[in-house]
């Protein structure tokens, strides 16, 4: 719905003025009412455009109740428990009845968050919109009871449950589905997810870099060092030490080496793969920001500044699992070391492992 601010005013559009003086008579003091049976699962809140700064979410049960912006709240001393009349607006396209119904709602939460996209006018400020239950919007524009026009509804599925065979399930009832459009919620937050996708390539390529570059600069320092210590080796099997005890000895030697290097390498990880992270998700804002300049302008309001909002920032944190991955390709490495090392001397003469060369 579209209503006026009783005894309240809007926030106005900072640095110029934005209605001429037919539509500042008519919508100067307007805000944008929308209604909804829970705030709590709406895009603006669940993608964390918005957030709670004060009081409670709406709910079903709520009548005559309403959530507004800390900026409106601030522009007009208002807090929770306040209350705020709404005088629904005959200038509205979507007033079909023309009313002027006013509904006195008792505020109960008080949200944050804005755009940060530039606004051509007031209409368009996150500031200006209210959220109230269903029946204040219902009442404003006086609605018979089951003629509501409802925009949207949202479905939430289970985790788990395939979204896309839901959605071809759902096709499959009884609607005149000319009329109406079924589609994925997660369209709001697609900028985000592309972001988180790109990361995670970014990431994955990175990882599998790093690893084939560790296990080939690993395996030739290994291999390098166990072929020099063949005359070593020819030394200890004169003197009646057992080929196998070597080979257990110099797995002792490399482990013994290997678990303060894990330890080192955890450490040092641990700010590596923030500062990795923190690389890439830059790359990656900077690669759609670029994309978004070439669509041309996008509006100031909150669904298009949602659609086209990307991750803020992004923790990374080396878990117990990466952890035991590496020790494994760690120990994998050494026992192929030594296997390609170490097999083909077993065959020689302690004689032929002595001579230098």
Same mark, same amino acid.
């Given at each position: 719905?579209?209503?006026?601010?009783?005894?309240?005013?809007?926030?106005?559009?900072?640095?110029?003025?934005?209605?001429?003086?037919?539509?500042?008579?008519?919508?100067?003091?307007?805000?944008?009412?929308?209604?909804?049976?829970?705030?709590?699962?709406?895009?603006?809140?669940?993608?964390?455009?918005?957030?709670?700064?004060?009081?409670?979410?709406?709910?079903?049960?709520?009548?005559?109740?309403?959530?507004?912006?800390?900026?409106?709240?601030?522009?007009?001393?208002?807090?929770?428990?306040?209350?705020?009349?709404?005088?629904?607006?005959?200038?509205?396209?979507?007033?079909?009845?023309?009313?002027?119904?006013?509904?006195?709602?008792?505020?109960?939460?008080?949200?944050?968050?804005?755009?940060?996209?530039?606004?051509?006018?007031?209409?368009?400020?996150?500031?200006?919109?209210?959220?109230?239950?269903?029946?204040?919007?219902?009442?404003?524009?006086?609605?018979?009871?089951?003629?509501?026009?409802?925009?949207?509804?949202?479905?939430?599925?289970?985790?788990?449950?395939?979204?896309?065979?839901?959605?071809?399930?759902?096709?499959?009832?009884?609607?005149?589905?000319?009329?109406?459009?079924?589609?994925?919620?997660?369209?709001?937050?697609?900028?985000?997810?592309?972001?988180?996708?790109?990361?995670? %390539?970014?990431?994955?390529?990175?990882?599998?870099? &790093?690893? /084939?570059?560790?296990?080939? @600069? *690993?395996?030739?320092? !290994?291999? $390098?060092?166990?072929?020099?210590?063949?005359?070593?080796?020819?030394?200890?099997?004169?003197?009646?030490?057992?080929?196998?005890?070597?080979?257990?000895?110099?797995?002792?030697?490399?482990?013994?080496?290997?678990?303060?290097?894990?330890?080192?390498?955890?450490?040092?990880?641990?700010?590596?793969?923030?500062?990795?992270?923190?690389?890439?998700?830059?790359?990656?804002?900077?690669?759609?920001?670029?994309?978004?300049?070439?669509?041309?302008?996008?509006?100031?309001?909150?669904?298009?500044?949602? %659609?086209?909002?990307?991750?803020?920032?992004?923790? &990374?944190? /080396?878990?117990?699992?990466? @952890? *035991?991955?590496?020790? !494994?390709? $760690?120990?994998?490495?050494?026992?192929?070391?030594?296997?390609?090392?170490?097999?083909?001397?077993?065959?020689?003469?302690?004689?032929?492992?002595?001579?230098?060369?």
């Amino acid at each position: 719905a579209t209503a006026d601010l009783v005894g309240a005013s809007v926030v106005k559009v900072p640095g110029g003025d934005d209605y001429d003086a037919e539509k500042e008579q008519q919508f100067g003091n307007t805000a944008n009412v929308i209604g909804t049976n829970d705030s709590s699962k709406l895009n603006v809140f669940t993608s964390h455009t918005l957030g709670m700064v004060e009081g409670r979410h709406l709910k079903a049960s709520d009548k005559h109740m309403s959530m507004v912006h800390e900026d409106l709240a601030k522009t007009n001393g208002l807090k929770v428990g306040d209350t705020l009349t709404l005088k629904a607006n005959p200038y509205d396209a979507d007033n079909e009845s023309h009313s002027t119904a006013t509904v006195k709602t008792t505020i109960v939460g008080i949200f944050k968050g804005d755009s940060d996209r530039k606004v051509s006018s007031r209409a368009e400020l996150t500031s200006n919109t209210v959220y109230t239950d269903l029946d204040t919007t219902s009442t404003l524009y006086q609605y018979k009871a089951g003629k509501e026009i409802y925009q949207d509804a949202t479905f939430v599925l289970d985790r788990g449950v395939d979204v896309e065979k839901t959605m071809e399930a759902a096709k499959k009832l009884p609607v005149d589905w000319n009329n109406y459009q079924i589609t994925r919620n997660d369209q709001y937050t697609s900028s985000m997810l592309n972001a988180a996708r790109s990361v995670r %390539s970014m990431m994955r390529g990175a990882l599998i870099g &790093v690893t /084939i570059s560790a296990v080939i @600069v *690993l395996s030739l320092m !290994l291999l $390098l060092w166990m072929n020099d210590r063949r005359q070593e080796m020819g030394v200890l099997v004169s003197l009646g030490i057992g080929k196998p005890s070597l080979i257990a000895q110099y797995l002792t030697e490399m482990i013994l080496i290997g678990l303060p290097s894990l330890v080192l390498g955890w450490l040092c990880a641990r700010g590596a793969a923030q500062w990795l992270g923190t690389s890439a998700l830059r790359s990656v804002n900077a690669s759609a920001a670029k994309e978004l300049s070439s669509m041309g302008q996008v509006g100031g309001d909150l669904e298009s500044n949602m %659609s086209v909002r990307t991750l803020d920032s992004l923790t &990374v944190s /080396i878990d117990t699992t990466a @952890v *035991l991955y590496v020790s !494994l390709g $760690l120990l994998a490495v050494m026992l192929v070391c030594v296997a390609i090392s170490r097999i083909p001397m077993l065959r020689k003469s302690p004689r032929s492992l002595s001579e230098l060369r």
